[in-house]
C-alpha cells in the first residue's frame, strides 16, 4: 500500500533551518509529481511546494520563494524540503503527497519560536 513517512521536524529559532525528509513507497515513486503541504493550528491545510517527476521543475508558494529549496532522490524514493531563514509563520505539521493520489502520511511537526 501507499505510504509516506516524513521525518526532519522539530523545535527551531526564527532564522534557523531544518531539512525534512519524506520516505515513500507502494508505488512508483519516480514518475509522480509530489509536492509538501503544511497545515498550522486552526488553518486548512495548504501546498507549500511541488517538484516534477524527474525533478527539472519546481514550483513553491510566495511565502516560502527563496528560503525552502524542493528535492527528490529516486533512487532512493525519497523526498526533502529544506527550509531556511525560518519563519514563526512556517510553524505547522508538514506532510508530502504525491499527485493525484489521495494518501496521506502522519506529518512531521515544525515550530518555530520568535
Given at each position: 500500500q501507499v505510504q509516506f513517512?516524513?521525518?526532519?521536524?522539530?523545535?527551531?529559532?526564527?532564522?534557523?533551518?531544518?531539512r525534512l525528509s519524506c520516505a515513500a513507497s507502494g508505488f512508483a515513486f519516480e514518475t509522480y509529481i509530489m509536492s509538501w503541504y503544511r497545515q498550522a493550528p486552526g488553518k486548512e491545510r495548504e501546498l507549500v511546494a511541488s517538484i516534477t517527476s524527474v525533478g527539472d521543475s519546481t514550483n513553491y508558494?510566495?511565502?516560502?520563494?527563496?528560503?525552502?529549496?524542493?528535492?527528490r532522490?529516486?533512487?532512493?524514493?525519497?523526498?526533502?524540503?529544506?527550509?531556511n531563514n525560518?519563519?514563526?509563520?512556517d510553524t505547522g505539521i508538514?506532510?508530502?503527497?504525491?499527485?493525484?493520489?489521495?494518501?496521506w502520511g502522519q506529518g512531521t511537526q515544525v515550530t518555530v519560536s520568535s
Open positions: 513517512v516524513e521525518s526532519g521536524g522539530g523545535l527551531v529559532q526564527s532564522g534557523g533551518s531544518l508558494q510566495d511565502s516560502v520563494q527563496g528560503r525552502f529549496t524542493i528535492s532522490d529516486n533512487a532512493k524514493n525519497t523526498l526533502y524540503l529544506q527550509m525560518l519563519k514563526a509563520e508538514y506532510y508530502c503527497k504525491a499527485w493525484p493520489l489521495e494518501y
